[in-house]
């Protein structure tokens, strides 16, 4: 029996993930954070839940989520219908993580009588824990629907909990987790790099500390970044979130300038997930040829982990 060629080139390997593709009936979904190479390749790029939320109204066969284990998840909790393959398994979320389970559950038991709100960047397990999902996109939209006096626990982000209690006035029990790259932009970094681009509008993710958020031009989500470096008339921006972000904005406005803000102990420009960087071309034609690794849930947790979803979806 012949063995099959190894495919080496990153062009061979677009070919055979093209074929593949067509062959499987599959989609390739891609977050902002991945690789450029990852990107363009993707048949549709976006921020965690839009991902899901897009699977979802797909008529594929296969979604290959390019991104972290959670996106995974949330992806076959929306479409359990569809095969849904992860290129490297060991693309974990420090912020899903800072969050477990068991001490979570255990946390909710000794404050009855609070809704538990939790972030889409979290595990299944946590999610089958909650009464409203929300996303850095709807948080403060949601939060602001709920009565005045509603008990909030919010987890497991708790700069984005502070953030929320900001805008909204609200004084949420805020569960200690962060996510390790927001968790670590330099503000004097940040605060250098604007003495020497005055022009440069500061965009920052919610998932940053709150002196982040202070100085800012504009906190959102990745989305809303983007949407708003689109519509701004500024020429350059300084960019306070993952640098995998940079190219799509500069595909979409490639007459701005955009500058990754750097971590506090990084020597370079840059902030990066080493977890979004796991998957590569290579593995994405893998996980297409051999159909795997899969993302499967357990029926019970999801159909657990649904119900805040649906709720979200509901009042957003």
Sequence with gaps: MESTPAVTSADRLREEISRLKKEKNALIMAHYYQRDEIQEIADFIGDSLALARQAAKT???VIVMCGVHFMGETAKILCPDKTV???????????ADSCDPVEFEKFVKEHPGYTVISYVNTSAAVKAHTDIVVTSGNARNIVDKLPADEKIIFGPDRNLGEYINSVTGRDMLLWNGACHVHDRFSIEKIAEMKKEHPEAKVLVHPECRRPLQLIADKVGSTAALLDFAEKDNAPEYIVVTESGILFEMRNKCPHKKFLAAPAEDSECQCNQCEYMK????????????????????????????LRPIERMLEMS
């Design 59 to 61: 008529d594929a066969d």
């Design 85 to 95: 393959l992860i290129p490297d398994t060991e693309a974990g979320c420090s912020l």
């Design 278 to 305: 796991l998957n590569t071309l290579r593995k994405v034609y893998e996980a297409l040829r051999d159909g795997r690794p899969e993302i499967n849930v357990d029926p019970e947790i999801a159909e657990k982990a």
